[in-house]
């Protein structure tokens, strides 16, 4: 079993900054790549940013310049710095963790989401 616990979201004012982190823990062999993903109201799920282990990044355009994905200091976590929010920015994001299990297997694992609402 692997279980992602997620933190950093709240309420922030236009032009602020959050920083939200996302750690994974239970059998995990090795980390291929976690990232960050979002769901406005109305709109589908959409990729925001993801980290390989590699440390390979990719961001959604509408984020770049802007947010920043890293490794955390603790092991299997990784952080998303959002700076210069505005509320298209606003949605549930998800933390996203694919992995190897000790099977050799890949598992790929979503967090419960955490909000994020950027208003004046």
């Known amino acids: 079993q692997v279980q992602l616990v997620e933190s950093g979201g709240g309420l922030v004012q236009p032009g602020g900054s959050l920083r939200l982190s996302c750690t994974a823990s239970?059998?995990?062999?090795?980390?291929?790549?976690m990232g960050w993903y979002r769901r406005a109201p109305g709109k589908q799920r959409e990729l925001v940013a993801t980290?390989?282990?590699?440390?390979?990044?990719k961001f959604a355009d509408s984020v770049k310049g802007r947010f920043a994905i890293s490794r955390g200091n603790a092991k299997n976590t990784v952080d998303l710095q959002m700076n210069g929010l505005n509320p298209e920015d606003t949605a549930v994001y998800y933390c996203?963790?694919?992995?190897?299990?000790?099977?050799?297997?890949?598992?790929?694992?979503w967090g419960q989401g955490t909000q994020v609402s950027v208003s004046s």
């Open positions: 239970g059998s995990i062999f090795s980390i291929n790549a």
């Open positions: 980290l390989t282990n590699g440390g390979d990044t």
């Open positions: 996203n963790v694919n992995l190897r299990r000790f099977d050799g297997t890949n598992l790929n694992v």
